[in-house]
């Protein structure tokens, strides 16, 4: 009944079910899923009204938000009522739960900023460390050389204290 319920309120939402056809169509669902299943047509008499309602333009108010006059379920409920399992899950494009949607939206993400130049968070480790690696050898020679940190820090365009802390490191 859940799985009828839904399929006829996603029909209708896509205006492929109007109260004109609603009873035949869904009679051609219900037969598809189960031959044998027997219903009246009183069944389906609210859902019915909610299809007339929303083919008429009219919606409904929920916790201050306007949503269309007909049935549209979280993808956790369809979830939870229809027993979807996990590798179903992760195969459909649609239905997902939050935390395969948070991880496709991750995964979008990630493509998205590679594609705009950024690094990978072990590529950019590495750069930091050879970066640092480089000014700790710079300040070194600089050090030898006799220049103060405050030179030292305006020849490598560094700041004061990052150049202080790395010429702890290089004498302890």
Do not use: C
């Not at 169509?25 to 031959?35: C, L, Q």
């Not at 590798?87 to 594609?115: F, Q, Y």
């Not at 940190?149 to 202080?164: G, M, P, S, T």
């Amino acid at each position: 009944m859940n799985w009828l319920l839904y399929t006829a309120s996603f029909l209708a939402l896509s205006h492929q079910l109007t109260p004109l056809n609603f009873y035949h169509e869904v009679r051609k669902i219900a037969f598809m899923i189960d031959p044998g299943f027997r219903y009246s047509n009183s069944e389906f008499s609210t859902l019915y009204a909610k299809i007339k309602a929303y083919t008429n333009g009219e919606t409904v108010m929920f916790n201050g938000r306007e949503y269309p006059a007909i049935y549209t379920p979280k993808n956790e409920t369809i979830i939870e009522k229809l027993g979807i399992t996990e590798e179903e899950i992760r195969s459909n494009k649609t239905i997902v739960d939050t935390a395969t949607r948070r991880k496709k939206d991750a995964e979008r993400s990630m493509k998205r900023r590679r594609a705009q130049g950024t690094v990978s968070r072990e590529e950019y480790d590495k750069q930091r460390s050879e970066q640092k690696r480089f000014n700790l050898e710079a300040i070194a020679r600089l050090k030898k050389e006799g220049l103060s940190i405050r030179a030292i820090a305006e020849q490598l365009k560094l700041n004061e204290r990052v150049v202080r802390r790395y010429a702890k490191e290089i004498t302890p």
